[in-house]
């Protein structure tokens, strides 16, 4: 078997999904198994709906009728006059999404968030399926929540690797084209869950890993991984082999082209992963595998916006040592909170975060409560791995303020107050 993976982007119209058809008859899809993720900024809009659902109950049916407006849309330009079925299906889909929050009383916002968001992905892969059998591509639509089990972690779900290996083998057992989603799996009390924004990448991971897949490739808007966001870097590299190593380095700093929860499983089979061009098909990518660290050898560039910086230090003069270290990473992790970058003196403490899940303002209270707490907002975090003299001077001619800054080997690190 092999396992693709068509993002977001990839799906963002009509055009997209007969662009995948193309690829696909390109590639041949035989004995395949493709995840798919939302359409577009789908998952975006379903959590601004969930968010009208707990603040603002009047808009929260104006939000859902735009979404499903918008993949009527999709579905009439795909399917013209024979879109009846294939509406009905999408729309018994959003109903569901009706009937969860009109009989649920919980107060839970992750748990919440994971029954109606799960839904884009249902959503997308029922209008993909449909489409591919239209133009006479037999395949089966597999929903992921059958065989992708994991824990109750809602919004960042833990996966049960043993069941969820069993179950993809049987789902997938004979059968040769396999349509499923990204993104999302299911708890063993049978409610949705979701593996983290952006996380249909790790998703083909889990399966291609049940499966010991021969390859995964993931489709982008992009030739393969470049050397820098090429939305924040011009005369970017593309990077033709990475090692599992190297990429879960570059995953983990924030090159946000691979969901850094992805190589590892690929890593454990060894199951090289191909980063491709959904415009260019036959171009070669990047291949992410057993062999070379990085080539061609050059300093790649990552930057992590809407950082908070954090100075700590005791309000008794103590110094910052095991004692008042623990006490910080223990409200770190109630509170949820993305450590990214941490450096440490003998009276200050300095923490670079990510407020993911909205908590800084009870994390800054309890901080307060024992330390003296300094707070820059709205930082950057920038990465060079495999940084060299002119990479350090590049970077510091192009950002404002450096706050922090760290070096490795191999890695250096600023945190950065931008430019007005
Ligand atoms: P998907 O459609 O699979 O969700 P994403 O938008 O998540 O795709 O990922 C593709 C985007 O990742 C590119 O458009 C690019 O802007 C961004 N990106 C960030 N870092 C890199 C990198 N190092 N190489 C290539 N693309 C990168
Ligand atoms: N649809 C999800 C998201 O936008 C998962 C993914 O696209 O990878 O985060
Ligand atoms: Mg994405």
């Known amino acids: 078997m092999k396992v693709f993976k068509f993002g977001g982007a990839s799906v963002k119209d009509a055009a997209g999904v007969k662009n995948i058809l193309r690829v696909l008859r390109k590639t041949g899809f035989e004995d395949t198994l493709i995840v798919v993720s939302a359409m ?42 024979e879109s009846g079925a294939t509406k009905q299906k999408v729309n018994t889909l959003f109903e569901s999404i009706m009937t969860f929050l009109k009989a649920t ?26 489409y591919m059998k239209r133009e006479g591509i037999k395949n089966t639509w597999l929903d992921a929540r059958e065989c992708i089990k994991t824990d109750a972690y809602f919004r960042d779900a833990n996966l049960y690797w043993t069941d969820t290996e069993e179950s993809v083998k049987q789902a997938v057992n004979g059968k040769s084209t396999i349509i499923s989603q990204g993104f999302i799996g299911s708890a063993s009390n049978g409610l949705s ?12 991971a889990i399966f291609a890993y049940a499966l010991g897949a021969d390859s995964v490739t993931i489709w982008k808007d992009v030739p393969g991984v470049l050397n820098g966001d090429p939305r924040k870097f011009s005369d970017t590299v593309l990077l033709h082999q990475i090692s599992y ?44 595998s057993r062999g070379k660290t990085l080539h061609p050898k050059v300093p790649c560039y990552i930057v992590k916006n809407d950082q908070t910086l954090l100075k700590l230090s005791s309000k008794d003069f103590s110094f910052m040592v095991e004692d008042n270290i623990s006490q910080i990473f223990a409200l770190l992790h109630q509170y949820r909170m993305r450590v990214e970058m941490i450096q440490n003196s003998a009276i200050s403490f300095s923490i670079c975060i990510y407020n993911k899940y909205c908590k800084l303002e009870p994390l800054l209270q309890a901080l307060k409560t024992k330390f003296k707490v300094d707070v820059v907002d709205g930082v950057s975090l920038y990465t060079i791995r495999h940084f060299d003299k002119p990479a350090i001077n590049f970077i510091k001619n192009k950002v404002g303020e450096i706050l922090v800054e760290q070096r490795t080997t191999d890695t250096a690190q600023f945190v950065v107050r931008e430019l007005a």
């Open 193 to 204: 869950t979701t593996l983290g924004r952006e996380g249909s990448d790790y998703s083909a």
């Open 245 to 288: 190593r190297e990429a879960i380095e570059l995953a983990f700093y924030g090159a946000s082209v691979i969901h850094p929860k992805t190589i590892q499983p690929l890593q454990r089979k060894e199951i090289p992963l191909y980063v491709k061009s959904f415009d260019n098909p036959e171009n070669k990518g990047t291949a992410v």
């Open 105 to 130: 009383n919980s107060n839970d916002y992750s748990l919440v968030y994971d029954q109606v968001v799960s839904v884009g992905e249902l959503v997308s892969t029922t209008i993909i399926s449909d």
């Open 40 to 81: 577009g900024k789908t998952t975006n809009a379903l959590e601004q709906m969930v968010h009208s659902f707990f603040e603002n109950k009047e808009q929260f049916p104006k939000d859902l009728e735009k979404v499903r407006e918008d993949h009527y849309h999709i579905i009439e330009d795909l399917f013209e006059f």
